[in-house]
């Protein structure tokens, strides 16, 4: 165990000076490299001297000679120095192509479904070693299984973070509503009468009345559901089979409605965005890999939010954020 009393009388800079002097034997050299006057180099040696009770170096014609001390001291100082200049050194940037290990997101179906695909074939062409491992997350528990080291972050709806994460927006989410024209045959824009008459398929992780159905009656309609879902991959099934309407998020309505052939409108009345969220841990905000992972996954959901036509993309100023990920690989 380190001697903290007696660690506590030394500075870094002397033993950085005894080192500089023992390599130079000649004290004008010696402060030259260290920047120091030949005083402040001088009266440097003399705290060493007193704080090692030895007098280390002998003036020798124009050279220094170190004392016997000094001989047997200075290879575990010049260890403890380059130790200590190694741990300050800047981290080397994260190099994609030869690191062999996991990349792990959290996300809930509908975003998952939107954004791990495009992710995953984009990590195979940077990252060909590595492997990427989706997680499901939840608002309710998504702080906890980021302490749990579980993920390296979650993109969700989430909750004001903990002092020791980061929140980072990404998107507004609005809502459409989705069928399958074979089963529903309406006319667009959708109507208010319309949407009331139709039947409803809702996902509900819990079978709980939603949000909508709270807006939907401030402006005097009721949703008749007459199905409900945990997860959205089971919606294409429920779609193609029943002529029923599901209002769902606009970035997996989308791909639902490119992959299967669905028709996709806006709800006859305005339901607040939805505020999607990137969450991590704030001891990985300065981590080359953890940095290089984050920045690569906006790229990917800002373009696939383009290619299946969502309004909106990634906010500009978390994009503006990072550097384009191509740049750098």
């Known amino acids: 165990m380190m001697n903290d009393a007696a660690l506590r009388k030394v500075d870094l800079n002397l033993l950085l000076a005894f080192s500089v002097l023992m390599q130079e034997r000649n004290v004008s050299r010696a402060a030259e490299r260290l920047l120091l006057g030949q005083p ?33 001291i200075a290879p575990a100082i010049e260890d403890a120095l380059s130790g200590i200049e190694r741990a300050i050194r800047p981290p080397l940037d994260f190099d994609p192509s030869t690191w062999e290990g ?4 959290g996300m809930c179906d509908n975003l998952e479904s939107a954004f791990f695909g495009p992710l995953a074939a984009r990590l195979s062409k940077l990252a060909p070693n590595a ?17 749990d080291g579980l993920y390296d972050f979650s993109v969700a709806v989430h909750d004001e973070p903990a002092s020791w994460h980061v929140r980072a927006p990404l998107f507004d989410q609005k809502s459409l509503c989705i069928y399958d024209p074979k089963q529903l045959q309406l006319k667009t824009p959708l109507t208010l009468e319309e949407f009331t008459k139709a039947s409803h ?5 819990e079978g709980t009345t939603a949000d909508i159905d709270l807006v939907a009656r401030a402006v005097g309609c009721c949703r008749r559901v007459v199905a409900a879902v945990p997860r959205f991959s089971a919606l294409p099934m429920t779609l193609s089979r029943l002529p029923v309407i599901a209002t769902i998020p606009e970035s997996i309505a989308r791909c639902m409605a490119q992959l299967h052939g669905f ?18 841990r704030r001891i990985d905000e300065t981590d ?4 290089w992972f984050r920045r690569l996954f906006i790229e990917v959901a800002d373009e696939a939010l383009m ?18 990920v191509a740049a750098r690989v």
Request: charged residues 25%; positive net charge; proline residues 9%.
């Open 40 to 72: 402040g180099l001088s009266a440097a040696l003399r705290r060493l001297r007193e704080t090692l009770d030895d007098e280390l170096f002998v003036r020798v014609g124009r050279s220094l000679q170190p004392t016997p001390r000094a001989l047997s």
């Open 102 to 105: 996991e990349f792990r997101i």
């Open 131 to 147: 492997r990427l491992v989706g997680l499901a997350s939840e608002k309710r528990d998504g702080g906890r299984m980021l302490d």
């Open 201 to 205: 398929v809702a996902v509900s992780f």
């Open 263 to 280: 028709a996709v409108a806006a709800p006859p009345f305005d339901l607040p965005a939805i505020p999607v969220t990137m969450l991590y």
């Open 288 to 291: 080359p890999r953890a940095q």
């Open 307 to 324: 290619d299946c036509g969502c309004a909106v993309g990634i906010f500009p100023e978390t994009c503006g954020k990072v550097e384009p």
